[in-house]
């Protein structure tokens, strides 16, 4: 009904009468009996406090609503303060009188019993009886923080989301499961080129440097280049390609680069290094399942904020800085390597 013609808009009525219908709504549905199902999807959590001496966490999940109990202890994380659980729990409930649902982030000791991380708790009879939360198509994702009995302080953020649904419905009516299980590990390849350097400081005290770049995405799997030997200018010359082939999704995106000296009687000296956060591109790649190459124009547009400003020689290529360490400690430019 249209309430301006009668110039009565201003009384609401129209949000009068629909909290009419919601507490006859409400009243019904607290007269009868209904069973549900009850769906906690799980995806992870971040920033989880430690309760191991020395090092992170290893956490896992305990939900419970009344006496009914999901114990992930077989699936624990091992050192992990943001751990992945990609999973979703069902329970029968039954409303009005549902208990709450609790969940409980353990971390796992083997040796002396496991500690409790944090718990959040969550009415859900505060929810189904809830008009607008059951008006929502999509529930939402909620970033819940968890607490410890003896602290005021959050223990960690658990990201999750739930669902209410009714015990028996049509099959054409049946809710889906939403998969949030883990991607399967997809492997890549990255094409670097290490072209050459400048500036590079000069170790030997002949001054000179037999200088070589290591390039790692991981520490156990580094790359090297050949080595430009007697170098006196600081311009040595490599034209090289490296190839690695990790495997998506990970947690660390960063290339880190590296110069060195090469020495044949004793450990080659560090010149300095320099590190770039690829995540951005591997995810575009990943998306467009399409080959992908950082020139001028892409990295302006999508990884400066987070990299920061690089000097380019081309479009193509730019100068990542060596930085190193001086006599006293501290930090100092010793040149750079195009890429």
Known sequence: MEMEPFGIAHLKITKILADIQSDVILQRMLLQTNKCIVRAYMINAYDLASRDVGGFSDPYLKLAVGDEVYNERDNYVLDEPNPDFCKHY????????????????????????????????????????LAEWRALQDKPVEFRQIYHPSSAVSQGVVKMWVEILPAKVAPEDVEPI?????????????????????????????????????????????????????????????????LFRPKLPRKDYRLTLQAFDRDFF?????????????????????????????NKSYFDKYMKKTCGDLEWKDDNSFWMPMNGKDADGKIENNGFVRI
């Open 266 to 294: 004793k450990s080659n000296d560090i010149i300095g290094s320099a590190m770039i956060d690829l995540k951005q591109a591997f995810e575009d790649a990943e998306l467009t399942k399409r080959p992908l190459g950082i």
């Open 178 to 242: 939403w998969d949030i299980s883990k991607k399967p590990p997809q492997e890549f390849e990255l094409r670097l080129v290490v072209w050459d350097t400048r500036d590079i400081k000069m170790m030997d005290f002949e001054g000179t440097s037999d200088v070589f770049i290591k390039a790692f995405l991981d520490n156990k799997d580094p790359l090297e280049t050949d080595t430009h030997f007697r170098c006196q200018d600081g311009k040595a010359s490599f034209n090289y390609r490296l």
């Open 90 to 129: 069902d329970f029968s409930a039954i409303f009005p009188g549902c208990p709450p649902l609790r969940i409980d982030v353990m971390d796992y000791d083997d040796l002396f019993g496991d500690d409790l991380i944090g718990t959040t708790t969550i009415d859900l009879e505060d929810r189904y009886f």
